[in-house]
């Protein structure tokens, strides 16, 4: 069974790695826009650019990770299929890669998932095993389906070609505004704040780099705290997408070395900085992609800190759930 193709286990990321994923992902990702707000600027009090990966290929930023592991691979791993874990976002990512090469793809997803992620899923011809986020390990029957299939694996962000994917958000985002004081990344596992993270210290050393993650799902702080990877029990925060239990094996020492401080949010404040999208700036995002934001608004930034990236990482939100904003 394959876990890590053309990378031993303990391989980290690089800058190059990143830029040569932003040359092989061009098929699938579109390069997003990065938008301003006069009045966004006013209620953070500092110029913000958003990345807006709420308007990419899926709905999120997960398809340049998941593209750039599934169009690595050989034909003949191609053939065998793919296999992934994920609460949603991932799981779209990985189904459109794999279908873009003919490869079969079998997404493990917990039964909570949101109902318009498991059908997008299903529309793009994966197939779903569920389970129960509580009491089952999604990675012993990730294990299982490769066993079955032979396949290869596309985890949700602890390998070098997921990382490298996903940092060319940051790549983008700094060509196109290159002296920002600081950015600001949502973080689950640490996939997209480990490659981000890694091209903007090799572009610009001073960059601050700032993850945040929901109250409720503070793993990654907790973690950076003990300087060690703490694990929690599942969390229950709305932002679905970054209820990971602990950060990524690979991800946590690359936070280590570059990140300055990992900021926590709340609920509340999650739903507000939604709302405020919404209403003043005019564009959709899920609650994981409004936790980066949400500590910009709420005053969590360095008051000496003038400009700030933030990545809006998905757009992918139930409008069930929209309904209670």
Do not use: W
Not at 40 to 69: H, M, P, Y
């Amino acid at each position: 069974m394959r876990l890590q193709p053309r990378f031993s286990p303990m391989q980290t990321i690089t800058p190059q790695l990143v830029r040569e994923a932003a040359e092989r992902i061009r098929p699938l990702a579109r390069r997003t826009p990065v938008m301003t707000s006069r009045s966004l600027d006013d209620r953070a009090g500092l110029q913000v650019f958003l990345k807006c990966e709420n308007l990419q290929r899926s709905g999120a930023f997960k398809i340049r990770g998941a593209s750039n592991l599934i169009l690595s691979l050989s034909p003949a791993e191609l053939a065998r299929g793919v296999v992934a874990f994920s609460s949603g976002n991932h799981a779209i990512a990985t189904a459109i890669a794999a279908k873009h090469v003919g490869a079969q793809a079998t997404i493990v997803m917990p039964e909570d998932a949101p109902r318009s992620k498991l059908e997008a899923t299903k529309a793009l011809g994966a197939r779903i095993i569920t389970y129960n986020r509580a009491l089952d390990d999604r990675e012993a029957i990730a294990r299982s389906a490769l066993s079955d299939t032979g396949g290869t694996l596309v985890p949700p962000f602890d390998h070098p070609m997921i990382m490298a994917g996903q940092g060319t958000a940051a790549l983008e985002l700094l060509e196109v505004s290159p002296d920002i004081d600081a950015l600001v990344v949502p973080i689950s596992g640490g996939g997209l704040l480990a490659g981000c993270a890694t091209i903007a210290k090799s572009i610009g050393p001073g960059i601050r780099i700032f993850g945040v993650e929901p109250e409720l799902a503070n793993d990654t702080a907790l973690s950076m705290a003990a300087g060690e990877r703490v694990t929690i029990p599942p969390p229950e925060s709305i932002a679905d997408g970054l209820r990971a239990p602990a950060p990524g094996l690979l991800t946590f020492p690359v936070m280590q070395r570059h990140v300055e401080r990992i900021l926590l949010v709340s609920e509340a404040e999650i739903r507000a900085t939604m709302r405020f999208l919404l209403e003043r700036v005019k564009i959709l995002v899920e609650p994981s992609g409004a936790v980066a934001l949400a500590a910009v608004l709420f005053g969590m930034l360095p008051l000496e800190i003038e400009s700030a990236g933030v990545i809006l990482s998905g757009g992918n939100v139930d409008l069930d759930f929209l309904k209670t904003l």
